[in-house]
């Protein structure tokens, strides 16, 4: 890691105005980590917003500016905080290792700690694709369930030597090992040591994805990762001072333009899909509700969330996340033969995250559903004029149809498609994808979505 040997080297604490805690004894004598009473001033509530996070004399701290001439721009939030071996953000929270505990800060209101498991060995901390993953000296494991008594409940997923640093970014698990940048491949049992050289990484004791790039904290100072991968050395540039850190995290701030996937930690760029318009193989999609019904006599209301496989039983496909996650994201391939300008060409599918393809439930209660094979896709339109273009339509048969549905309303006539609305019921998940019924098959109120490709 590069440094400025004329750079002059202070503790933390000691050159930040107004912001120094001392140690307190009393947590150390009773052998806890973490003041687990501590009380939250109004700044202290917002540890877990968006930003660059570290831990140095004791005392967690959130950087200001950052960049050359940004100097020392930390600020105090949370004294107290012993023996802390590795630290991540996840799912808006801030988790801790210490003294083989597992800590989570209980809320911002309170500002108290609570233990949620054990964690014995720990070197560091990282959230990725949707859960904790912890090193220890020689070994990668995966969190299960977290919260008071669910024990050590850790999952060995491969082998990590000698880690300081860990953190998700681009979607993918970053480590720092031996003075170098390691990059996972293949994640779970039996996947062994499955790292690869990324770079160099000098003395690091901290590492955290943040507004688009990875920040490490080395030699007193904060440093900004260029370029990644095999041959790009210590391609890294100053960006602040940092002392006497010990570790680091972030909730990550996208650049401009562009949207951070919640789980994955990674930063993508939304383009509007218009309709008429092809996709190339293996393009990723992203639909957007804008309004839901709430009953059966058209009550309705702002339903700005994201359309995704559910959390609770990986299979329906409902609309609950405001923030765009790893769930909401398809793999789409498009049908347009010959250019056909009509019949809500291109049709498409949708390969969900877990796997299937999303279609309707064929069992009369208006769901959708990402458990099917590629032949009974579902076969969704993207409307053939402006006024179509934001609708969410569903082809009457599957993709393993389409040339037949094609051919027969080419030579037939008696083209149809069905447009899907939500209705919620009052509830807070999609009950039902709607639409008006045989002849016109129109939408309801409901039934615009905005389309996303997604980068």
């Given at each position: 890691m590069k440094q400025n040997s004329s750079r002059r080297v202070f503790p933390l604490a000691i050159s930040l105005l107004g912001a120094v805690f001392a140690p307190l004894g009393c947590a150390a004598d009773d052998g806890a980590p973490l003041d687990l009473e501590e009380e939250v001033s109004e700044a202290q509530q917002e540890l877990v917003s968006l930003g660059l996070f570290v831990i140095s004399n004791n005392t967690i701290w959130k950087r200001g500016a950052i960049g050359p001439g940004t100097g020392n721009d930390w600020t105090g939030l949370v004294a107290d905080v012993y023996g802390v071996t590795g630290m991540a953000v996840h799912e808006g929270?801030?988790?801790?290792?210490?003294?083989?505990?597992?800590?989570?800060?209980?809320?911002?209101?309170?500002?108290?700690?609570?233990?949620?498991?054990?964690?014995?060995?720990?070197?560091?901390?990282?959230?990725?694709?949707?859960?904790?993953?912890?090193?220890?000296s020689n070994g990668l494991f995966l969190r299960g369930a977290t919260g008071p008594g669910t024990g050590?409940?850790?999952?060995?997923?491969?082998?990590?030597?000698?880690?300081?640093?860990?953190?998700?970014?681009?979607?993918?698990?970053?480590?720092?090992?031996?003075?170098?940048?390691?990059?996972?491949?293949?994640?779970?049992?039996?996947?062994?040591?499955?790292?690869?050289?990324?770079?160099?990484?000098?003395?690091?004791?901290?590492?955290?994805?943040?507004?688009?790039?990875?920040?490490?904290?080395?030699?007193?100072?904060?440093?900004?990762?260029g370029a990644i991968g095999p041959g790009t050395g210590s391609d890294w540039s100053y960006a602040g001072d940092a002392y006497?850190?010990?570790?680091?995290?972030?909730?990550?701030?996208?650049?401009?333009?562009?949207?951070?996937?919640?789980?994955?930690?990674?930063?993508?760029?939304?383009?509007?899909?218009?309709?008429?318009?092809?996709?190339?193989?293996?393009?990723?999609?992203?639909?957007?509700?804008?309004?839901?019904?709430?009953?059966?006599?058209?009550?309705?209301?702002?339903?700005?969330?994201?359309?995704g496989v559910s959390a609770s039983d990986n299979q329906t496909i409902d609309a609950v996340d405001v923030d765009l996650t790893s769930r909401n994201i398809f793999t789409a391939t498009t049908y347009r033969p010959g250019g056909q300008p009509y019949y809500d060409l291109p049709w498409y599918n949708m390969l969900a995250s877990n796997g299937n393809y999303v279609g309707g439930s064929n069992d009369g209660t208006g769901r959708l559903l990402a458990s099917h094979d590629l032949a009974n896709a579902g076969m969704f339109g993207r409307g053939w004029n402006s006024s179509q273009a934001s609708e969410f339509m569903l082809e009457p048969y599957p993709w393993g149809q389409r040339d037949a549905w094609l051919n027969r309303v080419k030579t037939q006539g008696g083209y149809y498609e069905l447009c899907l609305s939500p209705f919620t019921l009052g509830t807070a998940h999609i009950t039902q994808w709607l639409n008006g019924g045989y002849p016109n098959y129109g939408c309801y109120v409901s039934g615009d979505v905005d389309y996303f490709v997604v980068n």
């Amino acid at each position: 890691m590069k440094q400025n040997s004329s750079r002059r080297v202070f503790p933390l604490a000691i050159s930040l105005l107004g912001a120094v805690f001392a140690p307190l004894g009393c947590a150390a004598d009773d052998g806890a980590p973490l003041d687990l009473e501590e009380e939250v001033s109004e700044a202290q509530q917002e540890l877990v917003s968006l930003g660059l996070f570290v831990i140095s004399n004791n005392t967690i701290w959130k950087r200001g500016a950052i960049g050359p001439g940004t100097g020392n721009d930390w600020t105090g939030l949370v004294a107290d905080v012993y023996g802390v071996t590795g630290m991540a953000v996840h799912e808006g929270e801030l988790y801790v290792i210490a003294s083989n505990y597992l800590y989570k800060r209980e809320s911002l209101s309170s500002g108290s700690w609570v233990v949620v498991g054990e964690a014995y060995g720990g070197t560091a901390l990282a959230s990725f694709d949707g859960s904790l993953y912890m090193t220890t000296s020689n070994g990668l494991f995966l969190r299960g369930a977290t919260g008071p008594g669910t024990g050590n409940d850790w999952t060995y997923v491969g082998e990590a030597y000698a880690v300081t640093a860990m953190a998700a970014y681009n979607g993918s698990l970053y480590a720092v090992s031996n003075d170098a940048l390691w990059k996972r491949g293949a994640i779970g049992p039996g996947t062994g040591n499955d790292w690869s050289y990324a770079g160099d990484a000098y003395a690091v004791t901290g590492m955290g994805n943040y507004n688009g790039s990875l920040y490490v904290a080395s030699n007193s100072a904060l440093w900004k990762r260029g370029a990644i991968g095999p041959g790009t050395g210590s391609d890294w540039s100053y960006a602040g001072d940092a002392y006497g850190v010990t570790s680091m995290a972030a909730t990550p701030k996208c650049p401009s333009g562009q949207t951070l996937v919640s789980d994955l930690l990674t930063c993508v760029t939304l383009t509007p899909w218009a309709n008429q318009t092809e996709l190339p193989a293996g393009s990723k999609i992203a639909i957007r509700l804008r309004r839901v019904m709430t009953n059966y006599y058209g009550g309705s209301e702002v339903w700005t969330k994201w359309i995704g496989v559910s959390a609770s039983d990986n299979q329906t496909i409902d609309a609950v996340d405001v923030d765009l996650t790893s769930r909401n994201i398809f793999t789409a391939t498009t049908y347009r033969p010959g250019g056909q300008p009509y019949y809500d060409l291109p049709w498409y599918n949708m390969l969900a995250s877990n796997g299937n393809y999303v279609g309707g439930s064929n069992d009369g209660t208006g769901r959708l559903l990402a458990s099917h094979d590629l032949a009974n896709a579902g076969m969704f339109g993207r409307g053939w004029n402006s006024s179509q273009a934001s609708e969410f339509m569903l082809e009457p048969y599957p993709w393993g149809q389409r040339d037949a549905w094609l051919n027969r309303v080419k030579t037939q006539g008696g083209y149809y498609e069905l447009c899907l609305s939500p209705f919620t019921l009052g509830t807070a998940h999609i009950t039902q994808w709607l639409n008006g019924g045989y002849p016109n098959y129109g939408c309801y109120v409901s039934g615009d979505v905005d389309y996303f490709v997604v980068n």
